[in-house]
């Protein structure tokens, strides 16, 4: 909270008009359980639910009927015209009285692992999913203890204020020239987050005044700016060195880290833990299409974008159309001559009417003002995506019945469909070729950000003949046709299977990651960590993506997991801990039979959610809660300690 929102609540000049106003933009329902919360009455409690359909009825959000609605308005501005009452509570919530208050929210039961991300996500405690000495912190034990972390994006700034927290010794590895990963890296023309911030926030950084309810990427990177000079990490990170090999040192118990600085010189780390934190998107992926190094115009890769690039009145050519071709074409068409969209597989795109939408100065107030509902707004979108994990079985029951995947899912498609329809129906052309063959939810849905709109201006074709090659001036498709181009853009995504690129990691006997994912691709125990390499955890590893919530709250779960083995590994001074091999195959067997009941495998083959053995190698098959209750804290017992 900014002083001057400390101000405007302490002091109590706003006025009854600014109250009602903050109300009417606030989600009732979320209001309604922090008025719930606050104040205990319980005329708030039985008011009639309507289910809102999402997504044509594919999945369905608890909403309160008008009346009910005018109530929680009514009660919420007579609570806040109170300014004692105003601004964050302390809140100790026994297990019932947690699922009580989802159970108003939502009308649905919760079982002991959706309860347990339930206190978690609601995150009243300070500093929630924190890892804590058990005593003293054991400073002689960590004078010669360092974690090395490579990365600092969202993970790795994460990671690094928990071991600053705990006054653990660490180094920061950053390969770029500035902090935020993905979020520096990503500078083309309205890049933004295709989740709600409430969701895309770290829970022990409260009420963070978002500029949008999607920020935009430079809003990314301010917020994790923010979050290191306030936790005091900068002076942990170096820049400009990108590791290039790592090897397990058996006799000291250590990690030797390469690097090399902008200069080309050699740097040489050294530290008992190793953490990777480059997640997947870190690895830009270039088309293998023949003659690009003759075009006469200008290439670039999105994730190489250059900001001063000036394309108006130029004819611009965009290869690509996921989530980052669709962000960007509709921002080129406004000023080049002539856009042309190239693509090899049309995408599921769904509308989101909060995308772009502006969080007022009347919304911030009452998100600072209303005890508890910055929280339960955040559960809210958190709670609403698990929906999709029902949309992702295959139901051969249903199939059997003359159904595609099952019901929900077909229920989707016919949704996606008639946005199609809505948007470009009446251009047979595009509408053909906006409709995919596979499944929703088989590859990442993708929101719409003027990308049909922007399908209509004259100024843009959307060409889906295959590519036979580059030009000197432009792009020669099958059939001979050359489409003239002055800049050609590759919005084709990274290399999401290269798991911790372009560095060679060494575990014992000089076992490389390579070597030990020859088979069919990257794997893990639990997405973290894998034999043969000791003391060395992944954030965002091999099939870590869980099937609901938010990045950032996955980044929260999975650095509490390695620190409490981290910690045990120094309170008990064990030289190094690694998972054994009998739970890592076992594990993964049970991830292999988990995922065939789903359908990544059998529909989104051609995008990253398969690897190039044609194997799920990015998502966590189990339902996301079961997940989480097997990463809330390490079992000792699946490691080896070794003394």
Not at 460 to 478: A, D, F, M, N, T
Not at 573 to 593: H, K, T
Not at 602 to 630: D, I, K, T
């Amino acid at each position: 909270m900014t002083a001057a929102q400390d101000t405007a609540i302490d002091a109590g000049d706003v006025s009854l008009e600014f109250i009602r106003a903050a109300v009417q933009q606030a989600d009732p329902n979320a209001l309604r359980v922090a008025l719930l919360q606050a104040t205990s009455d319980q005329s708030l409690v039985d008011l009639d639910i309507t289910l809102a359909p999402v997504r044509g009825g594919a999945f369905f959000l608890q909403a309160l009927a008008p009346e009910g609605e005018q109530l929680v308005q009514r009660k919420a501005v007579e609570f806040l015209s109170d300014p004692a009452r105003r601004g964050p509570a302390p809140a100790e919530l026994a297990d019932e009285e947690i699922r009580d208050l989802v159970r108003v929210l939502s009308g649905e039961e919760i079982d002991e692992t959706m309860l347990a991300m339930a206190r978690e996500e609601l995150a009243f405690e300070d500093f929630p999913r924190e890892t804590t000495w058990t005593g003293e912190r054991p400073a002689e034990a960590l004078q010669d203890f360092r974690v090395i972390v490579v990365g600092a994006g969202v993970s790795g700034i994460a990671m690094g204020i928990k071991l600053q927290r705990l006054g653990i010794p660490f180094t920061i590895i950053e390969r770029l020239d500035d902090i935020t990963g993905t979020w520096h890296r990503n500078r083309y023309p309205d890049v933004r987050v295709d989740t709600n911030c409430f969701l895309y926030q770290f829970k022990f950084e409260k009420r963070y005044p978002w500029p949008e309810f999607f920020p935009r990427g430079r809003d990314v990177k301010r917020y994790l700016e923010h979050l290191v000079d306030k936790y005091g990490i900068a002076e942990h990170v170096v820049l400009g060195q990108e590791v290039v090999d790592a090897a397990w040192n058996e006799q000291d118990a250590a990690w030797e880290v390469e690097a090399v600085d902008a200069h080309g010189a050699t740097v040489r780390h050294r530290g008992q833990v190793l953490v990777s934190a480059s997640g997947v998107f870190s690895t830009p992926r270039w088309p293998d299409i023949p003659g690009m190094e003759t075009f006469a115009g200008r290439v670039l890769h999105t994730a190489d974008w250059d900001t001063q690039l000036e394309w108006t009145g130029l004819r611009v050519g965009v290869i690509g159309n996921g989530s980052t071709g669709t962000q960007l074409m509709p921002r080129l068409a406004q000023s080049a001559a002539h856009v042309t969209a190239f693509q090899r597989t049309p995408q599921w795109i769904i509308n989101s009417p909060l995308l772009g939408a502006k969080i007022t100065p009347e919304l911030q107030w009452l998100i600072d003002a209303m005890p508890y509902y910055w929280n339960w707004a955040g559960f809210v979108q958190f709670f609403g995506t698990a929906q999709t994990q029902m949309a992702q079985i295959i139901d051969k029951d249903w199939q059997a019945a003359g159904g595609l995947i099952n019901e929900r899912n077909d229920r989707l498609r016919e949704a996606l469909v008639d946005y199609v329809e809505s948007k470009v129906g009446h251009v047979p052309h595009l509408r053909d070729h906006s409709i995919p063959d596979y499944a929703p939810l088989a590859r990442r849905l993708v929101i719409d950000n003027g990308w049909f709109d922007a399908l209509l201006r004259s100024n843009v074709s959307l060409e889906v003949s295959s590519i036979e090659e580059i030009v000197p001036e432009g792009v020669r498709l099958v059939g001979g046709e050359v489409v003239p181009l002055d800049v050609l853009i590759l919005a084709t995504g990274f290399h999401v299977s290269r798991y911790f690129h372009p560095a060679t990691y060494r575990g014992r006997d000089g076992l490389t990651l390579d070597e030990a994912w020859s088979g069919d691709g990257a794997r893990a125990y639990l997405g973290l960590t894998m034999p043969g390499f000791p003391n060395f955890y992944s954030l965002y590893g091999p099939n870590a993506t869980p099937r609901f919530g938010g990045f950032p709250q996955w980044v929260d779960v999975w650095s509490r997991y390695i620190l409490d083995l981290v910690v045990e590994q120094v309170e008990t001074g064990a030289r190094s801990v690694e998972v054994r091999r009998d739970v890592f195959d076992d594990y993964n067997a049970r991830m292999d039979r988990a995922t065939a009941a789903l359908l990544w495998e059998s529909e989104g083959q051609g995008s990253y959610f398969v690897n190039e053995h044609g194997r799920s190698g990015l998502q966590m098959p189990w339902e996301a809660n079961l997940y989480h209750s097997w990463v809330r804290a390490p079992d000792r017992a699946d490691f080896s300690w070794s003394d």
